[in-house]
């Protein structure tokens, strides 16, 4: 458990808080490529960390992402006009490049020398896997992170995401939770392999208390989960942690890699980033219509939102019927499963009353890992793994070994060769 003054130091993120501070001086996802596909199309509104915020392609292509307010009389720049150049406050005309330089102040008279003081706050991004990363740190952003699908070509990579009404913390902790996939989503009569990790159902099923082995990286925390296998072998799941919102998810050889990324929108929502990348070939469209349609409830959105259509306010579409029959929750897609019960936590839980076993060894390292490094940084040191972006040459995968194999052994496997 946590006492309620760490829990705050874990969860808020909002006006300043220590977390929300450690959490941007490292790059993140701030919205889909496709959100703002058109080069000089509409703004779209932008939160994260509990900032407003204003994103636009202009008609050169190039992205700008602006504080929401224009420094001359916060009016919100999503009205704006997307012209060439930059974006035109509607109230009085002053318009502003994707670095936030002033370029047209056409309210004040042409000798003014006003144009050239004046700046929107504008963030550092990166385009890259289908996202647009952003930087909300203070001074020069660091390296953007060399992680394997963001070099990718386009067509080796699908990026989706979905809104989660409840705090960061309980969707990454979700992420990282290796045990409650032998009960949260077991489907007795699942027929396809949706998790990408071949022996996966049958290991799971068989030993629901995974064994955890847990190292720090350069990047975050590399966690081999260990189930049994068959008499001789171990069935491995090596889980990557890239802090402080990232996880790279295990998946067998071969097989369709997968990450999740978790960003704060505020200090009770965020977004659930999810990537799927095939490193040595393009998606084919079977591949693709499954991760348009396939997730049942999940991939469905309210129209006009990135909110799936099972949800809180329907329960999350669960069928008792099924719930006995075809799956232990009656909720049917794996990515909806999550969402409900991190939701079902509360905007924020408490983890003052909560009661930690061995199972959940990764998420109490993790937020020790997490609350060190904002108190850190309140003290004026820099997070080294900000920093880390050529550290990020590794997999999450799952695999069976002969039981003669360490927990080293198994963690080396997912390790990629220097770029």
């Known amino acids: 458990m946590l006492s309620l003054e760490m829990n705050r130091m874990l969860t808020r993120v909002e006006n300043g808080a220590p977390m929300g501070n450690l959490i941007g001086r490292f790059w993140v996802p701030a919205l889909l490529s496709e959100e703002i596909a058109e080069p000089g199309g509409p703004p779209v509104r932008v939160r994260l960390l509990g900032h407003g915020l204003v994103a636009f392609r202009d008609p050169e292509g190039r992205v700008?992402?602006?504080?929401?307010?224009?420094?001359?009389?916060?009016?919100?720049?999503?009205?704006?006009?997307?012209?060439?150049g930059g974006l035109r406050c509607v109230y009085h005309g002053w318009k502003f490049g994707v670095d936030g330089a002033c370029v047209d102040m056409p309210s004040e008279p042409a000798s003014s020398p006003m144009k050239a003081k004046v700046r929107a706050r504008a963030y550092p991004v990166h385009e890259s896997g289908g996202i647009v990363w952003a930087y909300l740190g203070p001074g020069e952003a660091p390296a953007v992170p060399d992680i394997e699908f963001m070099s990718l070509p386009a067509s080796h990579v699908y990026a989706s995401k979905r809104l989660m009404r409840c705090n960061y913390m309980q969707a990454l902790e979700g992420s990282l939770d290796t045990s409650h996939l032998s009960f949260l989503h077991q489907m007795n009569l699942m027929s396809k392999d949706v998790f990408g990790v071949g022996d996966f159902q049958r290991f799971s099923d068989a030993d629901g208390a995974p064994r955890f082995f847990c190292a720090d990286t350069s990047y975050g925390m590399s966690i081999s989960a260990r189930r049994d296998g068959?008499?001789?072998?171990?069935?491995?799941?090596?889980?990557?942690?890239?802090?402080?919102?990232?996880?790279?998810v295990p998946t067998a050889p071969g097989s369709v890699c997968r990450a999740n990324f978790f960003v704060p929108i505020d200090d009770g929502n965020c977004w659930w980033?999810?990537?799927?990348?095939?490193?040595?070939?393009?998606?084919?469209?079977?591949?693709?219509?499954?991760?348009?349609?396939?997730d049942l409830d999940y991939s469905r959105r309210v129209p006009g939102t990135y909110e799936s259509m099972g949800n809180k306010e329907n329960d999350y579409l669960?069928?008792?019927?099924?719930?006995?029959?075809?799956?232990?929750?009656?909720i049917l897609s794996a990515q909806l499963q999550d969402i409900a019960v991190q939701e079902s936590q509360g905007g924020i839980v408490d983890r003052s009353i909560e009661h930690l076993g061995t199972s959940d060894t990764a998420i109490a390292q993790t937020r020790r890992r997490l609350i060190n490094a904002a108190q850190a940084l309140e003290e004026g040191r820099t997070p080294p793994e900000a920093g880390a972006a050529s550290q990020y040459r590794m997999r999450a995968i799952a695999i069976t070994l002969n039981?003669?194999?360490?927990f080293d052994e198994a963690a080396a496997l997912a390790q990629l060769p220097p770029a």
């Open 403 to 406: 039981r003669s194999r360490t």
């Open 273 to 294: 980033y999810r990537i799927r990348y095939q490193p040595e070939r393009p998606l084919d469209q079977e591949e693709i219509e499954e991760y348009d349609a396939g």
């Open 318 to 330: 669960i069928d008792r019927g099924k719930q006995r029959t075809e799956s232990f929750t009656g």
């Open 64 to 84: 700008g992402l602006l504080d929401a307010r224009c420094p001359h009389r916060s009016v919100d720049l999503f009205f704006g006009r997307n012209e060439e």
């Open 230 to 248: 068959d008499d001789d072998s171990y069935y491995w799941r090596v889980t990557q942690w890239l802090m402080p919102v990232g996880v790279l």
